[in-house]
T-cell receptor
């Protein structure tokens, strides 16, 4: 099992460009999440999908959209990238969406917006 | 107020010794989960250990144990017999009730000396 995979690993964008970060999990988990990690700030939740067909905003959703394509895949889209979106993006998944369930993380995507 | 507080500066420990990484949390929800993650220099987030708010005993996973003091709202991670590969950033995180968000602390850097 690969667990949670993310593509790409690295990306450089110019201000105003768009891109989609891809995430897939092979653990048959119902819930998936997108976080961003900025220096000195830990991780913050952008969007999540508690189950296939549902998505909800997290703590910092502005400037992002998400799509839960199927049970395995959850993508994050930046429509018009801004330098403030320079960050490391992590996708995570858990069996269900409750406090006792561990979230397992992908390797991350390092995004730089110039 | 911060939900998760990790205030220790960079920590150093001698190989084979034990080390405690501090974490205090703030919540009024009676149902919550506490997690510790390890982030090595390669960047991935690795789940280490989980403690539920209703758990009567401290969680243990191999060389990792969690010193859970509910009244003090602390959930310190104890690593026994430190190894060079334990050098990493360690994050404490909390999930409250039905809230999907994992709230992370700012992390503690641990360096293991040979």
């Amino acid at each position: 099992n690969a667990g949670v995979t993310q593509t790409p690993k690295f990306q450089v964008l110019k201000t105003g460009q768009s891109m989609t970060l891809q995430c897939a999990q092979d653990m048959n988990h119902n819930s998936m999440y997108w976080y961003r990690q900025d220096p000195g700030m830990g991780l913050r939740l952008i969007y999540y999908s508690a189950s296939e067909g549902t998505t909800d905003k997290g703590e910092v959703p502005n400037g992002y959209n998400v799509s839960r394509l199927n049970k395995r895949e959850f993508s994050l889209r930046l429509e018009s990238a801004a330098p403030s979106q320079t960050s490391v993006y992590f996708c995570a998944s858990s069996e269900v969406d409750r406090e006792a369930d561990t979230q397992y993380f992908g390797p991350g995507t390092r995004l730089t917006v110039l | 107020a911060q939900k998760i507080t990790q205030t220790q500066p960079g920590m150093f420990v001698q190989e084979k010794e034990a080390v405690t990484l501090d974490c205090t949390y703030d919540t009024s929800d009676p149902s919550y989960g506490l997690f510790w993650y390890k982030q090595p220099s390669s960047g991935e987030m690795i789940f280490l250990i989980y403690q539920g708010s209703y758990d009567q005993q401290n969680a243990t996973e191999g060389r990792y144990s969690l010193n859970f003091q509910k009244a003090r709202k602390s959930a310190n991670l104890v690593i026994s017999a430190s190894q060079l590969g334990d050098s990493a950033m360690y994050f404490c995180a909390m999930r409250e009730g039905t809230n999907s968000k994992l709230t992370f602390g700012k992390g503690i850097t641990l360096s293991v000396r040979p």
